[in-house]
């Protein structure tokens, strides 16, 4: 069964730092890219980040690039969400989901979510 | 970016009756392979999104078959056949076709 649990989250300062982790279990890590998507308290979803599977390729929200930093241990079959410069406006749920596989960035298993506060 | 829409963003829904959701994009998700790269997601009450549809109309593993998608260029509709008690929730729908990934506002659906 495909698993993927976040880790991490809380309250952090403007301007503070946050790494969010997700624990993936229940498939192939290293085959898969891997996605993290947040939703605002109450409102949609947002796509935050991509990474490929060989560790490299990195895509980013315009909204988060160069704050931000996305990163995956492979051997450790986990995902990394590492955010600095935090903003007020970054506060929200942040799930982590896997890659479908196919030409696109189709999301078919999702974590459970875990929630940032960034406030003073 | 491609910008998603939806409509409508408020549905209230008969127990066994049908029910539509229509998503539109501000510009072709057609791939180079042949497919609209479009995804249907439904959030739950308290609970993360889960696939419904990918590709614009192919049912994700597991999901029942009172549902599915349709795609007319770049209008996108998901229909429920007959709806359940569980197909309460939030429906979005996104483009995978070019980062950043684009979801639509969503659509609330309730029991009238």
């Known amino acids: 069964e495909v698993q993927l649990v976040e880790s991490g989250g809380g309250l952090g300062q403007p301007g503070g730092s946050l790494r969010l982790s997700c624990a993936a279990s229940g498939f192939t890590f290293r085959s898969y890219w891997m996605q993290w998507v947040r939703q605002d308290p109450g409102k949609g979803l947002v796509w935050v980040s991509r990474?490929?599977?060989?560790?490299?390729?990195?895509m980013y929200a315009d909204s988060v690039r160069g704050r931000f930093t996305i990163s995956r241990d492979n051997a450790r079959n986990t995902l990394y969400l590492q955010m600095n410069s935090l903003r007020v406006e970054d506060t929200a749920v942040y799930y982590c989901g896997r890659d479908e596989g196919g030409a696109g960035g189709t999301i078919d298993y999702w974590g459970q979510g875990i929630l940032v506060t960034v406030s003073s | 970016d491609i910008v998603m829409t939806q409509s409508p963003l408020s549905l209230p829904v008969t127990l066994g009756e049908p029910a539509s959701i229509s998503c539109r994009a501000s510009?072709?998700?057609?791939?180079?392979?042949?497919?609209?790269?479009l995804d249907w997601y439904l959030q739950r009450p308290g609970q993360s999104p889960q696939l419904l549809i990918y590709l614009g109309s192919n049912r994700a593993s597991g999901v029942p078959d009172r549902f599915s998608g349709s795609v007319s260029g770049t209008d996108f509709t998901l229909k429920i056949s007959r709806v359940e008690a569980e197909d309460v929730g939030v429906y979005y729908c996104m483009q995978a076709l070019q980062v950043p990934f684009t979801f639509g506002p969503g659509t609330k659906v309730d029991i009238k």
């Open positions: 510009q072709s998700l057609l791939h180079s392979n042949g497919h609209n790269l």
């Open positions: 990474i490929g599977s060989d560790e490299k390729t990195t």
